[in-house]
């Protein structure tokens, strides 16, 4: 689907056009699949995305641990608190800043598995907006994460409220690990290329 009228009346043209100049012999069909070809360049040149800058507190020490291990892998992973088959579930803070009590932006909210190779971990879950013209809003992330890379990549595969329907991506990067009880700060950069219908 198109991401605006304009770009759906250009579709309809191209394929009225297509239509009537069919002919195996005519140049129109390589002209029509030529304009069809550079639509989603016309139409997207104006569709940037919103980008949100924050930190994802995962806490997995008690008291008050906001990601939960709630079915143990039968494998233990070397160097890490987690087992191969894990499966967690979070409700992690998302924050300004680094620091655990800097202004609250929302929530991750969902679970992950731990994967035995690299480790990896595969997440889905939630970012829940819970500020401004945001509030209430959520963006949907889904994808791989290779811990020990300096940075991962995962997928934005929807949303809801003001990101209904959004596309994007999600850049993952350790800010820091506390290694006595395993609580983390993630430094996250979402891009968010919101619906536009």
Not at 27 to 33: A, C, D, Q, V
Not at 66 to 85: C, D, H, N, Q
Not at 89 to 112: E, K
Request: aromatic letters at 10%; hydrophobic letters at 40%; one cysteine or more.
């Amino acid at each position: 689907m198109l991401p605006n009228t304009e770009s759906s009346h250009l579709k309809s043209y191209l394929i009225s056009l297509s239509m009537a100049y069919l002919n195996p012999n005519s140049n129109y069909l390589l002209i029509f699949l030529l304009c069809l070809s550079l639509t989603p360049l016309l139409t997207s040149a104006n569709h940037k995305p919103v980008h949100f800058h924050f930190y994802m507190q995962e806490k997995v020490s008690e008291p008050n641990a906001t990601s939960i291990v709630v079915a143990k892998g039968p494998i233990a992973l070397p160097g890490t608190p987690y087992r191969f088959g894990d499966i967690a579930v979070i409700d992690n803070a998302l924050t300004q800043g680094p620091d655990p009590t800097s202004s609250l932006v929302g929530r991750a909210q969902g679970i992950f598995t731990v994967m035995k190779s690299d480790p990896s971990v595969n997440w889905v879950f939630n970012i829940v907006f819970a500020y401004g013209k945001y509030n209430g809003s959520t963006v949907t992330v889904q994808g791989r994460d290779a811990i020990t890379q300096p940075m991962r990549e995962l997928s934005v595969v929807g949303g809801s409220g003001l990101f209904r329907m959004a596309q994007g991506y999600l850049l993952i990067k350790t800010y820091s690990v506390n290694i006595a009880n395993g609580d983390a700060v993630l430094e996250l950069d979402l891009y968010v290329y919101p619906f536009k219908g």
